[in-house]
């Protein structure tokens, strides 16, 4: 079971304060709004119960989120150690401790700080798959949840001004008729009660699918494949990248560098799975050959 609560920070209550709030006690205790929504809940429970979004057997109440107890231990958690900058897992020094990796020892990235939940394998790819290339919008909240273990990296990159997503082609949006990192980016939002901005960031140029190319080919792929349509809304303010897998960091990294280039302060670019790296497999297939197919 995954929470989150932005905010928790133990502020400091006067008495006046204190008991202005246990006289308001009861009246609140009671509003017919409160009820209602708790009332609504638990027919919602008993009528729809879920099933965990890992193992798709366990059923959980709404307030226990989307993945069981066992599945949540058992996900591919991106902890330490790992690169400080752009998240990098050390897989091979588990023991080490956390320090810069190749790619930003040598500036390879224009985002300030990247970070992603899990490493991009069982069930959280297949959900992702599902979401994705079978229309099964519903999992967009369970793969959020994952997205909202991420926020530690908040504390050192202080106030955050915008949630943008990683844009489609208009071709491609067209054809899917949803854009993912959309769904991921305006549940982020809503729960952080944080702005989410459509339209700002675009993709004007349609690529290759990114999933059977090398690095090399991959920068030539997406450079000057994004553009901001909107500079006033990223001009000095520090902006939040959302999509749902980090491969080799390309695409997010170019949406970085006109971002900048428009004047943003600071980006950070946030995925709910990242590809482990290379030779590290742990039971991730090639992303274009998950194995899973729509029906």
């Known amino acids: 079971m995954l929470r989150f609560r932005p905010g928790d920070g133990g502020a400091d209550v ?3 304060a204190v008991s202005r709030k246990d006289a308001a006690a009861p009246q609140r205790r009671w509003r017919p709004s409160s009820m209602i929504s ?3 809940a638990a027919i919602l429970d008993l009528c729809l119960p879920r099933t965990c979004a890992g193992c798709r057997r366990t059923w959980l109440l709404a307030e226990e989120g989307y993945w069981c107890s066992d599945c949540t231990l058992g996900l591919g958690w991106i902890k330490s150690p790992r690169c400080p900058s752009c998240g990098a897992p050390f897989l091979d020094s588990p023991q080490s401790d956390d320090h810069l990796c190749g790619d930003c020892l040598r500036n390879s990235f224009t985002f300030d700080v990247a970070r992603s939940a899990v490493l991009y394998a069982g069930g959280v790819r297949d959900r992702i798959h599902q979401l994705k290339f079978g229309r099964q919008l519903h999992w967009s909240p369970a793969l959020v949840d994952l997205l909202m273990e991420t926020c530690d990296w908040m504390k050192a990159f202080g106030p955050v001004d915008v949630i943008l997503p990683v844009p489609l082609h208009r071709q491609r949006l067209q054809q899917r ?7 991921l980016a305006a549940e982020f939002g809503r729960r952080l009660s944080m702005p989410v901005r459509f339209g700002v960031l675009g993709r004007q140029r349609a690529t290759q699918p990114q999933t059977r190319l090398g690095r090399r080919e991959r920068l030539e792929n997406v450079q000057g494949a994004f553009a901001v349509a909107k500079p006033e809304w ?4 520090s902006v939040v990248l959302i999509d749902d897998v980090f491969t080799t960091g390309t695409t997010l990294n170019e949406c970085a560098r006109v971002l900048k280039r428009a004047g943003a302060r600071r980006v950070a670019a946030v995925t709910v799975a990242r590809v482990a790296p290379d030779g590290h497999v742990h039971g991730v297939d090639d992303p274009g050959d998950s194995g899973w197919r729509a029906a």
Request: cysteine-free; proline content about 0%; hydrophobic content about 35%.
């Open 14 to 16: 006067s008495q006046e």
């Open 234 to 237: 990223v001009r000095d303010q």
């Open 38 to 40: 708790r009332l609504a």
């Open 177 to 183: 008729g949803f854009n993912q990192a959309g769904l």
